[in-house]
T-cell receptor
Framework: KAGVTQTPRYLIKTRGQQVTLSCSPISGHRSVSWYQQTPGQGLQFLFEYFSETQRNKGNFPGRFSGRQFSNSRSEMNVSTLELGDSALYLC???????????FGPGTRLLVL | GEDVEQSLFLSVREGDSSVINCTYTDSSSTYLYWYKQEPGAGLQLLTYIFSNMDMKQDQRLTVLLNKKDKHLSLRIADTQTGDSAIYFCAEWGPGRRALTFGSGTRLQVQP
């Protein structure tokens, strides 16, 4: 079974721009969660989607949003990028949400 | 709130055992996980333990859970240079419905 895939792997953007990251979960997994990893704050939960609905959200500003499609693929969007948004964005999938989460390789975003 | 703490660094010699420790605060945690992260990579699931267990063994890996003290440890037997990485402890909080991670322990294996 293929693992979690994320595209693109690397992105460079400038302040004020917006960005969309994509995540394809493991086949059969319906829950997709997003995490941000930075050297200063570590790994922090962004949000979780299940059956095309946001089921849970972490403590991030409204500039961070996401969605999930009927095939369980998910996208996250960050608008009006700030320098502090530079991070590794990790996507994780699980069957229904309560089970073990499997992570993708991440998208490394650099904001200049 | 929920908090997970780990020591930052551990150095061992190849062939020795490594023990990485973690403490957590959420007593309602149902599952506790160990993930491994190599440079430039995502998180690789190593093992997990359900909160009503006190030990789990999986090949070279042994997880010990002391629920009373909220202490979790990961022992890697016969540590190899390929085990050099950052190891993250994480707890699943059913109320929060998300993983809370420790800051990670960097394991350095010296030949």
């Amino acid at each position: 079974k293929a693992g979690v895939t994320q595209t693109p792997r690397y992105l460079i953007k400038t302040r004020g721009q917006q960005v969309t990251l994509s995540c394809s979960p493991i086949s059969g997994h319906r829950s997709v969660s997003w995490y941000q990893q930075t050297p200063g704050q570590g790994l922090q939960f962004l949000f979780e989607y299940f059956s095309e609905t946001q089921r849970n959200k972490g403590n991030f500003p409204g500039r961070f949003s996401g969605r999930q499609f009927s095939n369980s693929r998910s996208e996250m969007n960050v608008s009006t990028l700030e320098l502090g948004d530079s991070a590794l964005y990790l996507c994780a999938s699980s069957l229904m949400g309560e089970e073990t989460q499997y992570f993708g390789p991440g998208t490394r975003l650099l904001v200049l | 709130g929920e908090d997970v703490e780990q020591s930052l660094f551990l150095s061992v010699r190849e062939g020795d055992s490594s023990v990485i420790n973690c403490t957590y605060t959420d007593s309602s945690s149902t599952y506790l996980y160990w993930y491994k992260q190599e440079p430039g990579a995502g998180l690789q699931l190593l093992t997990y333990i359900f909160s009503n267990m006190d030990m789990k063994q999986d090949q070279r890996l042994t997880v010990l859970l002391n629920k009373k003290d909220k202490h979790l440890s990961l022992r890697i037997a016969d540590t190899q240079t390929g085990d050099s990485a950052i190891y993250f402890c994480a707890e699943w909080g059913p109320g929060r419905r998300a993983l809370t991670f420790g800051s990670g322990t960097r394991l350095q294996v010296q030949p």
